[in-house]
């Protein structure tokens, strides 16, 4: 398996441009999460979904940044204006369901990380 | 949600045992414990799980005391590849509990020569 795929790795824009990110999760994993990680907050979750459907998207930090789930293998997350304090990294993550008889499979796969800066 | 506690920081030499502990103080019954690996310019990777007791895997041991208030993840013999920073986890790892995976700052372990 290829793993959680992100791209792009690196993406350098203007303040108020608009930037998506995207996220490719393992075949068959029904979670998929979105983190932003920064030295100052260390690993925020900023939404995840279930089956393609938002579950929380209470780490969204505003209106701006907004995400979607077309279908189980493809999910987007976009800024919209972006500003220079969305400068982080970006990681989508996936997981499969579990159980509590089948606990020994939770873990959480995540892609590289989508390397953003906003000058 | 039960919220962890880790020291910032760690330094260590090659070739020691190196024990990070974690304080959950308010751990639920059905909540597991977690620990995930993060090198510089990656993502965060699955260490070790467990309940309670003692986990050992290839990679790390994993001790937590009767009353799981806290655990202390283990790793023997530590290298120079192992400076990474250590993510103690508590939640339910199934059901409709996932947002309950916070990551926190984690540990940051530096190994020296």
């Known amino acids: 398996d290829a793993g959680v795929i992100q791209s792009p790795r690196h993406e350098v824009t203007e303040m108020g441009q608009e930037v998506t990110l995207r996220c490719k999760p393992i075949?068959?994993?029904?979670?998929l999460f979105w983190y932003r990680q920064t030295m100052m907050r260390g690993l925020e979750l900023l939404i995840y979904?279930?089956?393609?459907?938002?579950?929380?998207d209470s780490g969204m930090p505003e209106d701006r940044f907004s995400a979607k789930m077309p279908n189980a293998s493809f999910s987007t997350l976009k800024i919209q204006p972006s500003e220079p304090r969305d400068s982080a990294v970006y990681f989508c993550?996936?997981?499969?369901?579990?159980?509590?008889?089948?606990?020994?499979?939770?873990?959480?796969?995540f892609g590289e990380g989508s390397w953003l800066t906003v000058v | 949600l039960a919220k962890t506690t880790q020291p910032i920081s760690m330094d260590s030499y090659e070739g020691q045992e190196v024990n990070i502990t974690c304080s959950h103080n308010?751990?639920?019954?059905?909540?597991?414990i977690t620990w995930y690996q993060q090198f510089p310019s990656q993502g965060p990777r699955f260490i070790i799980q467990?309940?309670?007791t003692k986990v050992t895997n290839e990679v790390a041991s994993l001790f937590i005391p009767a009353d799981r208030k806290s655990s202390t993840l283990s790793l023997p013999r530590v290298s120079l590849s192992d400076t990474a920073v250590y993510y103690c986890?508590?939640?339910?790892?199934?059901?409709?509990?996932?947002?309950?995976?916070?990551f926190g700052k984690g540990t940051k372990l530096s190994v020296k020569p």
């Open positions: 467990g309940y309670k």
């Open positions: 993550a996936s997981r499969p369901v579990n159980s509590p008889t089948r606990v020994s499979g939770n873990t959480i796969y």
């Open positions: 075949s068959g994993h029904d979670y």
């Open positions: 979904f279930n089956n393609n459907v938002p579950i929380d």
């Open positions: 308010n751990i639920a019954t059905n909540d597991y």
């Open positions: 986890l508590v939640g339910v790892p199934y059901g409709g509990s996932q947002g309950n995976l916070i």
